[in-house]
């Protein structure tokens, strides 16, 4: 089981996984990527945040209801990434930051100490 197959299943075909497939575990349905995938839609992002305030609720429960509540339609939409320059990745592989603790140093350093970090990055 992938994630186009139990979108698929909630979109659009609406066939129950849980029962047509047997080994699929609730482990392998991971509700936080399966809701991120339905926020990008203006028609479903409410019943993704009804599971986001409920994350308590049962993995079959959750996509039950995500299949019933939500009208049959094709839906597809390409997962936003981040756009990070080369300065940020230097910073956080030479002081072990996060992206935003990163983003903040870049914006504190002087044009010579990026270009002394990423000489130090370039040379490892």
């Given amino acids: 089981m992938n994630l186009s197959e139990v979108l698929n299943a909630i979109n659009y075909n609406k066939e129950n996984i849980f029962s047509s497939l047997p080994d699929v575990t609730n482990k392998e349905y991971v509700p936080f990527v399966i809701n991120k995938s339905l926020s990008y839609f203006p028609d479903t992002i409410l019943q993704a945040n009804n599971m986001n305030i409920r994350p308590h609720v049962d993995e079959?429960?959750?996509?039950?209801y995500l299949m019933n509540s939500i009208r049959k339609k094709k839906r597809f939409s390409r997962?936003?990434?981040s756009n990070?320059?080369?300065e940020?990745?230097?910073i956080m592989s030479?002081?072990?930051y996060n992206i935003q603790r990163a983003e903040e140093v870049l914006s504190i350093l002087t044009q010579v100490q990026?270009?002394?970090i990423l000489e130090i990055e370039e040379s490892k």
């Fill in 114 to 116: 990026i270009d002394q």
């Fill in 94 to 96: 030479c002081f072990g």
């Fill in 84 to 86: 990070t320059s080369k």
């Fill in 79 to 81: 997962w936003q990434k």
């Fill in 88 to 90: 940020v990745e230097a």
């Fill in 60 to 64: 079959r429960m959750q996509f039950h």
